[in-house]
Structures are given as C-alpha cells and as structure tokens.
C-alpha cells in the first residue's frame, strides 16, 4: 500500500463553520459519513482532499452493499460538503459519479422500510398501560400530543412551555418552531383536542413552572431542567407496546416515527385529502407523504 500523501487537510475545523446552520443530526451524520470516507481512503493509501472522481466511485460502491441508497447518497452529499468547505474543486458532480450511483440505485430492489402506523386504536391502548405515577403522566402527554400534532420525534422533544398556548374553547395552540422541512425556523402552528389539553396541563402541574423544556427527564422522582433525546419517543411507544401485549414482531415495526405515521393514515381513512394532510403534518413533498399513506386502509374511500 502506498503511502497517504503527507499534506493532511483538517476538515473537521471547516466543519465547526455549520454550526447553527443545520441541525445537530445532520451535522453528526456528515460528519460520521466523512470519518467513513477518510478512514476507507486511508486504508487505500489514498489523501481524502482532494478527492477524484475514480476514488469517489469506487467509495460508493464499496458502501453500497447492506447498505440503503438513501445512506449512500447521503455519503456523497457529506463528501461534496466537505469540498466546498474547504474551497477545493468539487468532483461529486462528474457524470461517471452520477452513474455509479444510478448503478447502485438499480441493483437494490428492496421497497423502503416503512414504520407501522401508531393509529388511533393503538394510541388508546398504549394510553390504558401508562402507570399511574410521574412517568405515566409525562408518556400520555407526550404519546397523545405526538399523535394529534403529527411530529416527528425531534419536534416533540424540541418544545418548550411558551410554545403552548391555551384557547377559549379547553384546547391548546402549539407552535411547532423548527423542524427537518423547515430549516428557516418559521414554524407551523398545530392544535390539541380538549382531553389532550388536559394530559398537559396534568403533566405541567407535576412538572412545575421552572421546567424550560415540555417534557423532561425524570431522576429520582424530580423532574430534571433539560430536553429528553429523541430517542425516547421511540423506546416509549415500543415499551408501550410491550405493555399492552403486542407481539415481538409487530413491536419491531413501531419507530420514533410511528405517531406521525399513524395519525396521517387516520385521517385519509377520516375522508381528508391529500393537501389537508400535508397541512396538518407540516410535508413538503407528496411523494414522502404517499409512502406515509400506503399502508391505510383499503376501504378509505367506502
């Protein structure tokens, strides 16, 4: 093997420049994508920047195997990023790249994976097996405010108690401030159903005032001044479901996902259309959406 050129270029640096820029999982993605790259051009004897169109392709076909297109492309867009940040000519765009990419495109014949849908008759039985203790009251607020305002998993962990407000009529308005389609932060506004209402202001009263974040941690009985990861949305409804007796292969089905999935195909079985839908949930692509609805009911329209 070669050795790897002495120049070593610090794009990790060049990275910090995106801070506030994008969300802090797209940064952790990038960066784990480039930590990919560089370690398989090191083991290559190859300097990761600048990078040519030929390493580049042979790159994207070594991670295609086990491997979803998505995840591959994202790589690629990891690689191009890291060009422009550090002022080098970027070969991510040469059509022999586009190529191998279309190649790795046609040989996966797999569907995409699609998370179960948490709907309505689900949502009632994961509220029955909630215990009856701080913890209960924190997963009904959450797995009843999730479903009605159709987030994805970082939205319900990202709100925060001014986000909320309460309306004449026993319900709240929510403003849902940042999310994956709406990087400029100009939010979207989503309401709560009265029962819904109540869960909250349940789980507030616990919680108390001092609390920046909705929902919380729990340490020792005492709710605890910061924000949960978004990765307990989706131990909470796989937990939930193993509390209302699922069985082990439809429990896998369910992700972080799920309560977004499950109210958008309630509500094109309810008779809603496809721009309602999209409305509600905040989608900026119809095609995203169909997936999401695919899996509803055969009698919608009956």
């Not at 994805?152 to 108690?161: D, F, P, Q």
């Amino acid at each position: 093997m070669s050795d790897v050129p002495s120049t070593v270029i610090d794009w990790r640096v060049e990275f910090n420049r995106l801070e506030g820029a994008y969300a802090p999982a797209t940064l952790k993605s990038y960066k784990a994508d480039i930590e990919i790259f560089e370690k398989w051009c090191i083991e290559q004897g190859l300097a990761p920047f600048p990078a040519d169109v030929f390493h580049i392709c042979q790159f994207l076909e070594s991670e295609a195997p086990g491997r979803a297109p998505s995840t591959v492309r994202r790589r690629l867009y990891a690689i191009r990023k890291a060009h422009r940040l550090l002022h080098l000519p970027d070969p991510t765009f040469d059509e022999e790249i586009n190529i191998t990419f279309r190649r790795i495109q046609r040989a996966k014949f797999g569907r995409p994976k699609q998370a179960k849908g948490l709907t309505r008759k689900y949502l009632d039985a994961f509220l029955e097996v909630q215990p009856d203790n701080p913890w209960g009251l924190r997963n009904r607020a959450m797995l009843s405010l999730g479903y009605e305002l159709l987030t994805r998993r970082s939205e319900l962990v990202a709100l925060t108690s001014r986000d909320l407000s309460l309306r004449d009529d026993g319900t709240l308005s929510v403003l849902i401030r940042r999310s994956k389609a709406d990087p400029s932060g100009q939010g979207r506004v989503a309401f709560t159903s009265i029962k819904t209402a109540i869960a909250i202001q349940n789980w507030i009263d616990w919680r108390g005032p001092h609390i920046t974040y909705l929902f919380c941690p729990i340490y020792h009985g005492k709710a605890v001044e910061r924000s949960l990861s978004a990765d307990t949305v989706k131990r909470l409804i796989k937990t939930s479901a193993k509390r209302a007796g699922l069985d082990i292969t439809e429990i896998d089905k369910f992700s972080g996902h799920s309560l977004r999935v499950g109210a958008a195909q309630d509500l094109l079985c309810a008779g809603y259309d496809a721009a309602a839908i999209m409305r509600a949930g905040g989608w900026k692509s119809i095609n995203i959406l169909s997936r999401y609805l695919e899996m509803a009911e055969h009698n919608v329209w009956a």
